[in-house]
């Protein structure tokens, strides 16, 4: 089992960055695959980036391009960059994990491990 703890976050004016990171316990953070996703006031939470165990990434289409997942195994860690921000990227922000013999797809049902979030508000 693993536990994530989120942070990060914080208030950022349209166009800012905002890297956010995600702390996972655990001596296996090599073996689970990681992700991100967002939940916006009144909407279902979106899933918007992964990183397999071995590297591979995916992002959704409103995120491609600003926004890069990254990971650091030393410190068992996996980050969000989040450039060119928007008012719409304004949602509460969680790290998922999940442990699949290969990459699950880019759904929230495929992980099994949540943080608590963290949000990111872009004021216009």
């Known amino acids: 089992q693993v536990q994530l703890v989120e942070s990060g976050g914080g208030l950022v004016q349209a166009g800012g960055s905002l890297r956010l990171s995600c702390a996972a316990s655990g001596r296996t953070f090599s073996s689970y695959h990681m992700g991100w996703s967002r939940q916006a006031p009144g909407k279902e939470r979106e899933f918007i980036a992964s990183?397999?165990?071995?590297?591979?990434?995916y992002y959704a289409d409103s995120v491609k391009g600003r926004f890069t997942i990254s990971r650091d195994g030393a410190k068992n860690t996996v980050y969000l960059q989040m450039n060119s921000l928007k008012p719409e990227d304004t949602a509460v922000y969680y790290c998922?994990?999940?442990?699949?013999?290969?990459?699950?797809?880019?759904?929230?049902?495929?992980?099994?491990?949540w943080g608590q979030g963290t949000q990111v508000t872009v004021s216009s």
């Open positions: 998922s994990a999940a442990q699949w013999f290969s990459p699950p797809r880019p759904l929230t049902t495929d992980y099994d491990y």
């Open positions: 990183i397999s165990v071995s590297g591979s990434t």
